[in-house]
């Protein structure tokens, strides 16, 4: 199961993404590359305006969860269509994150060796920690619309029918290009 990262002092260094999950890049499919890091589970914030000289943010209220593409094999929040520039001049707040990918996010020995669905459990997590705490950024915990395309709408037509989402981390939601 995800488990919260410890707390840190000082600054956090920001301003580059954080790094995708682990994941076979079969670019040349004779010799696939394994890319990316087994510490992968980060959020990206994105809040449109900033109050810099009273250090808090501008209220608005939307605030959009974006959950990447890629068959659960691949991809990362990292991923375009989730970037940030769409979103900045409409006065919501973005939140992308990551979560485990493959045989690290869905392998399954159908028992409790190797539960399976860490990758959704990644998401709910995620999810609960934007509920708990987009305030702080500006956001209402109550606005929050998840979406996806492809694999990350799969995502979202899970947390629709899961237990463990339960609808209480997201009020509205948007998929793209789901196959069912």
Not at 89 to 107: A, K
Not at 118 to 123: A, E, I, R, S, T
Request: with cysteine; proline share 4%; aromatic share 12%.
């Amino acid at each position: 199961n995800p488990e919260r990262a410890d707390a840190w002092t000082g600054t956090l260094n920001a301003t580059r993404p954080s790094p995708r999950c682990a994941q076979t890049n079969y670019l040349f499919f004779n010799n696939p590359a394994i890319e990316g890091s087994k510490d992968c589970l980060y959020l990206n914030i994105y809040v449109p305006v900033m109050d810099v000289l009273n250090n808090r943010c501008i209220q608005t209220e939307t605030v959009m969860a974006g959950i990447h593409w890629g068959g659960f094999l691949a991809g990362g929040s990292d991923a375009g269509y989730l970037g940030p520039n769409y979103f900045m001049n409409r006065g919501v707040i973005l939140v992308t994150f990551n979560y485990r990918l493959g045989i690290f996010g869905f392998l399954s020995t159908l028992d409790n060796a190797a539960p399976g669905n860490f990758g959704l459990k990644d998401q709910v997590m995620a999810l609960k920690w934007i509920k708990q705490n987009i305030g702080s950024y500006g956001g209402n915990p109550e606005k929050v619309t998840i979406f996806g395309q492809s694999a990350g709408a799969a995502s979202v037509h899970f947390h629709l029918v899961s237990k463990a989402s339960n609808g209480e981390q997201f009020h509205n939601y948007v998929m793209q290009k789901i196959v069912l």
